[in-house]
């Protein structure tokens, strides 16, 4: 009996370490990547990657299938550039196809429900909301399962254009100190040329 529990308490905590990695990452990339790294596995799933230079730089993938979605993925580096984000976005309609933003926005709901766990309600907002202009974020529901990530889904006005995105943050690693590099001066004994 003694034993049987404890198998159970460990199949219990495997299966939610295994939960736990599946959720801090976008397609395989974990959270906390170098740059490199997240460069080479774009590379390795068939997309070219643009931004790719500079500290501080996003790197996008320009057309990426989220599923029956065609989405725009940034990823977003910290000082110490780790990835520590990712945004996903379709592409702007007008007024007259709001609606097509919505069913986007909902079909994302549904992806991050699959992988975050259940939403923090129904949606907030509907295509007879009173939407917020100038790129604010009019939140269509959050997720808040997994303590490390900050999750959402938003449509977003931009003079009368709409899209949908979805937004992941990981929190430690967002906030995560600036490492600085020592950099060690050398004396030299002579003429440097």
């Known amino acids: 009996m003694k034993t049987t529990f404890i198998m159970t308490i460990m199949l219990l ?8 990695q599946r959720n801090n990452e976008f397609a395989g990339i ?12 774009i590379l390795k799933m068939g997309y070219e990657p643009f931004g790719q230079s500079g500290e501080g730089e996003r790197i996008v993938i320009p ?13 977003l580096f910290n000082k110490n550039d780790k990835f520590y984000s990712f945004e996903i976005r379709t ?12 069913e ?3 079909y994302m709901s549904e992806q991050f429900t ?3 766990g259940k939403s923090s309600g129904v949606p907030t907002i509907t295509e007879s909301s009173a939407l917020k202009d100038g790129g604010i974020h009019n939140v269509y529901q959050n997720w808040y399962g997994v303590k490390t990530l900050d999750a959402h889904t938003a449509v977003v006005q931009i003079d009368n254009r709409f899209f949908a995105v979805g937004v ?14 020592k950099v060690e001066k050398v004396k030299s004994v002579g003429p440097v040329f």
């Open 91 to 102: 592409g702007r309609v007008e007024q007259a196809r709001l609606g097509k933003a919505f």
């Open 13 to 20: 905590m495997l299966s939610l370490e295994a939960f736990a």
């Open 114 to 116: 699959l992988k975050y």
């Open 30 to 41: 974990p959270f906390g990547a170098s740059r490199q790294t997240v460069i080479e596995e």
């Open 104 to 106: 986007a926005v909902s």
């Open 168 to 181: 992941v943050v990981h929190r430690k690693l967002a906030d995560e100190k600036s490492v600085s590099k």
């Open 63 to 75: 057309v990426y299938m989220f599923g029956e979605l065609p989405v725009k993925v940034d990823f």
